[in-house]
């Protein structure tokens, strides 16, 4: 647990030098002793006890994206007790709180809040107790990190020259959410905008970071290939849709081995093929599905313009 306090704690002591090295009578002292003082807070240990609690609680109950209503509803709860001002909703269900003088330089810190339709089949205390849905990507421990950077932050109020926005994104799980919160207004005055993600292959304790892009934009695609069913004993009576669909994927995937650039990343997984229901029948139609992704917007595009040439027509 000590790993997800201190990551956005780290954040949080970035945007502290941000925001204190804005005002010019700010010695250098000064801005370096706040972030101990941080460290100091964050290291007590009813700070620590409180972000496991509420990680767990959320954890126990995920939500998909824009039904994250009880999660809304509990960062509500946790901000009206730490006296912090916020609007919601935002984009259905999010959140967006202040602290600070509610004056420039304004400074988000964001964390997104839905969970994945995937049944938890790891048995411990707080596993999620809703079929069919858990946390498996971290949202839960992102939503944490920031109520904990908020309590920091909050307690150290009088210390920031400016205005920290805390964003709590619904719907980041293909939903838009981003685009939604941008789309309402509420980081119009936003001149910086700071997220993070947990990886399982970083150590606890360690945050890290690089210059440029890091996760790419990602879209889906989902096709059914219909043809015509019939006893597997004599194909040659049907049309096979397993095999037409096994030649898409295979189509597919030569769009990143043969069409793209080795040095501009991109990806095309199919991760989704459904179809038939017993081993001598050959079915009537399959459903594939994938995502695709890519980190500039041109390369994303064009892989989605060939991905759409690649799959079959749909009649009109």
């Known amino acids: 647990m000590a790993s997800f306090t201190l990551f956005h704690l780290s954040i949080t002591i970035i945007f502290l030098h941000v925001l204190v090295s804005a005002t010019p009578s700010s010695s250098l002292s000064e801005q370096l002793s706040i972030p101990t003082h941080f460290l100091d807070f964050a290291k007590k240990s009813e700070t620590f006890d409180w972000m496991v609690k509420i990680r767990r609680k959320i954890h126990e109950y995920p939500e998909l994206l824009y039904e994250e209503y009880k999660t809304s509803e509990l960062i509500r709860a946790e901000l009206d007790k730490l006296g912090i001002s916020y609007k919601h909703p935002v984009a259905e269900t999010g959140v967006i709180g202040y602290i600070g003088t509610g004056n420039a330089p304004f400074v988000a ?107 790419a934009a990602s879209g889906r695609f989902e096709a059914t290939i219909t043809g015509k069913g019939g006893h597997a004993a004599i194909p040659q009576h049907s049309v096979d849709p397993i095999l037409a669909a096994s030649n898409v994927i295979i189509s597919l995937q030569h769009l990143v081995s043969r069409e793209s650039d080795p040095l501009d990343s991109q990806v095309v997984t199919v991760a989704k093929f459904q179809g038939g229901d017993a081993f001598n029948v050959i079915p009537d139609s399959v459903t594939i599905g994938g995502t695709f992704r890519a980190f500039s917007k041109e390369s994303f595009n064009h892989l989605k313009q060939r991905i759409e040439e690649k799959l079959p027509k749909v009649d009109s």
């Open 109 to 215: 810190l964001r964390a997104d809040m839905d969970a994945l339709p995937m049944q938890e089949m790891v048995e411990w205390e707080h596993k999620s107790k809703v079929p069919g849905k858990m946390h498996a990507c971290g949202h839960d421990a992102h939503v944490t990190m920031l109520l904990g950077a908020a309590k920091i932050l909050k307690h150290h109020e009088k210390d920031i020259q400016g205005t920290i926005v805390l964003v709590f994104q619904p719907a980041e799980e293909g939903g838009a959410g981003a685009k939604r919160i941008i789309e309402s207004g509420a980081l119009e005055n936003v001149s910086a905008i700071f997220g993070l993600h947990v990886m399982p292959y970083i150590r606890v304790g360690e945050v890290a970071s690089r210059s440029g892009a890091m996760m």
